[in-house]
């Protein structure tokens, strides 16, 4: 078992390695006692003895190979499938450098109510609320963010709900601990 955290790909690479390398040494020693019990055999018997086993794992090799490939074929061609594609999300005002921060911070007091400074909102008035700012955000080719904390006493469906419907039109940053 591999108790330290991987850093890297190429711990990765080098724990996969040492791993196929240990497969390989047990096949190696496993091999080795049929070779042992036929040394004192003719050669022609020994050749016999040992081509039989060996081309089935042969076989057995050529046939996980092709499972492989295909394998790589179909992760090749979901590959080629994605190169095309890139995000059509809008940039947030603050990576554009328009906004310093969230346009607000809300604490979610219900399934349809958010408390911003010390005002409660329902959900539903918000667009209204900030159509001057979202807007301004459109005009510029982004959107606005805003952070949410959920209160501890709702539960996380609610808290999803208003999230949800906040997404319509920010992009929405949860904050763990309201």
Not at 21 to 46: E, Q
Not at 103 to 131: C, M, R
Not at 132 to 153: D, F, H, L, M, W
Not at 164 to 169: D, I
Request: aromatic share 4%; proline share 3%; charged share 30%.
């Amino acid at each position: 078992m591999i108790r330290r955290r991987m850093e890297s790909g190429a711990e990765v690479w080098i724990v996969v390695a040492d791993v196929f390398l240990g497969f390989l040494a047990v096949v190696l020693l496993l091999s080795i006692k049929p070779v042992l019990r036929l040394k004192n055999l003719n050669p022609t018997v020994r050749s016999k003895e040992l081509e039989a086993p060996l081309k089935e794992s042969l076989r057995a090799c050529e046939q996980e190979l092709k499972k492989y490939k295909i394998k790589v074929a179909e992760l090749e061609h979901e590959l080629e499938a994605l190169k095309g594609l890139r995000s059509h999300q809008r940039p947030t005002c603050k990576e554009k450098g328009l906004a310093s921060g969230n346009l607000f911070d809300a604490i979610v007091l219900g399934a349809d109510q958010l408390k911003i400074g010390a005002t409660t909102y329902d959900v539903d008035d918000l667009e209204d609320i900030f159509a001057n700012p979202i807007a301004i955000a459109e005009k510029q080719g982004c959107v606005q963010t805003v952070r949410v904390s959920c209160e501890r006493t709702i539960d996380a469906a609610e808290c999803i709900s208003v999230e949800r419907a906040l997404a319509k039109h920010f992009i929405v940053e949860l904050n763990t601990a309201p």
